[in-house]
């Protein structure tokens, strides 16, 4: 993508799919004298919406709605139209064809929001929220790309930066006094400055693993030995049969996913196969170390026990889930067969439920968002939900503690200061080599 290309682009904003109506976007300087040319009109007010008639030679293609926007009060920040014309497969390919004759060419994945970012509409952090707001899938997601969209993460980091700014201009200034005629850099005062920075970069670092979670869904994997109802409990989860259940045990010989949203969050379930030490054969046994690599990479993990089953076997179990080190809900199956005494004794237990009956299901539900540190997010929680904002930071908390101990060495302080600002400006998008930009905007849809 050439990211200082001026050509008028276009491209649809919907979906290829089919639809009532198809929304065309075109934008660049030809923009006003395209949309004139297909419409016949002499004149459009900016942000107007007029009922036109899509030219095509003699021809009517199409009643469409036009809005023209004069730049720099568009999206992209140049001139720019949209036509919301009929979704007919002939009149979408006839128009985009009409406006590629009239000089446009078709815009590339990401171009539109490239272009709001180069004409100072956004900065790279909001950019990165238009991505993840399409691509949210709940209410978490979509308020913790909103959130980002909306600039609050780019104040923060701003905010930041200037703070170091400050910091730097104090130091610099003294560095060039070559006459020692201003005071020393109050040691502690600085130091203590840099720690409230510091504290700043690690509260918003330290989100990052919620806001994974929420940006992609929590890995959550069902073990267990064969016959304690794991295919059970993940069709009593999604509400429907997803996968077999059988009496026989080792039916399972693989992972089966499936996504299931609880309390606006996304979890990518797994059912995993049953694991035991005397499996029957080699495919049940490729089917045992998918469980094992399931556990390693899940967020969260169900050990799904019946009191009936092996208890050693399902104690060898549950100690592979707690060596990954990962959270293990304990939860113990079929409480609808077992007797009050049983029930009363299970306090071992995190949840009780019966897949045959549904007792117990919602409840494990609450128990998993609990059990990940999701449950206390609030709509106004600001969230590091891309690994190369958490990378920033922690660069930035790592040069400013390097800084930190170079308090008395004036120009090795001000370089890990810079380093640091460098490290928040490559946030926002201040500096960041056009190859790079290319590459993060390539993985936008067409048309955004």
Do not use: W
């Not at 949209?82 to 985009?96: C, D, M």
């Not at 060039?176 to 020393?184: G, L, N, Q, S």
């Not at 979670?213 to 994997?221: Q, S």
Request: net charge negative.
């Amino acid at each position: 993508m050439d990211i200082f290309a001026k050509d008028t682009i276009a491209a649809y904003a919907t979906a290829a799919t089919s639809g009532a109506v198809a929304v065309l976007r075109v934008s660049g300087g030809d923009s006003l004298r395209i949309l004139k040319a297909l419409t016949g009109r002499g004149a459009f007010e900016a942000r107007h919406a007029y009922l036109v008639k899509i030219h095509d030679g003699k021809d009517i293609l199409d009643t469409a709605v036009a809005l023209y926007y004069q730049g720099p009060a568009s999206y992209t920040g140049e001139d720019s139209f949209e036509l919301s014309v009929h979704a007919g497969e002939y009149i979408k390919a006839r128009l985009l064809e009409l406006v590629f004759l009239l000089g446009a060419r078709m815009a590339e994945a990401g171009e539109f929001t490239m272009r709001a970012y180069l004409n100072g509409k956004m900065d790279l952090a909001q950019a990165q929220g238009v991505a993840d707001i399409i691509a949210a899938k709940n209410k978490s997601a979509h308020r913790a790309a909103f959130n980002i969209l909306d600039g609050r993460l780019s104040e923060r980091f701003k905010e930041i930066r200037a703070g170091l700014t400050e910091l730097l201009a104090k130091i610099e200034v003294r560095i060039d006094d070559a006459d020692d005629e201003m005071a020393p850099l109050p040691e502690v005062e600085t130091r203590e400055y840099i720690d409230g920075i510091i504290k700043k970069l690690e509260a918003l670092s330290s989100t990052f693993s919620a806001g994974r979670l929420v940006k992609e869904g929590i890995k959550t994997a069902i073990v267990g030995v064969p016959n304690s109802g794991k295919s059970s409990l993940l069709n009593a989860l999604l509400g429907f049969d997803r996968v077999i259940v059988s009496p026989v045990s080792g039916t399972t010989r693989d992972t089966v996913d499936a996504s299931l949203r609880i309390k606006d969050f996304n979890l990518v379930l797994t059912d995993t196969a049953g694991i035991r030490a005397d499996h029957a054969d080699d495919a049940e046994a490729q089917g045992i170390e998918r469980s094992r690599k399931a556990m390693n990479n899940a967020d969260i993990i169900i050990f799904l026990a019946d009191s009936d089953l092996d208890a050693k076997a399902q104690a060898d179990i549950l100690a592979q889930a707690q060596a990954t080190g990962k959270k293990v809900l304990k939860v113990l199956n079929k409480t609808d067969l077992k007797s009050e005494g049983e029930i009363s004794q299970s306090g071992e237990y995190d949840c009780l439920i019966s897949c045959k009956s549904g007792a117990g299901i919602e409840a494990l539900k609450d128990k998993i968002i609990e059990a990940i540190g999701l449950a206390k997010l609030g709509d106004d929680d600001i969230l590091i939900t891309s690994a190369a904002h958490y990378k920033a930071l922690k660069d930035a908390e790592r040069e400013l503690n390097r800084a930190k101990a170079r308090l008395k060495e004036l120009e090795l302080m001000a370089e890990h200061i810079r380093s640091a600002v460098l490290s928040l400006r490559r946030l926002i998008g201040e500096i960041t080599p056009d190859d790079v930009l290319g590459e993060i905007f390539s993985k936008f849809c067409v048309g955004k």
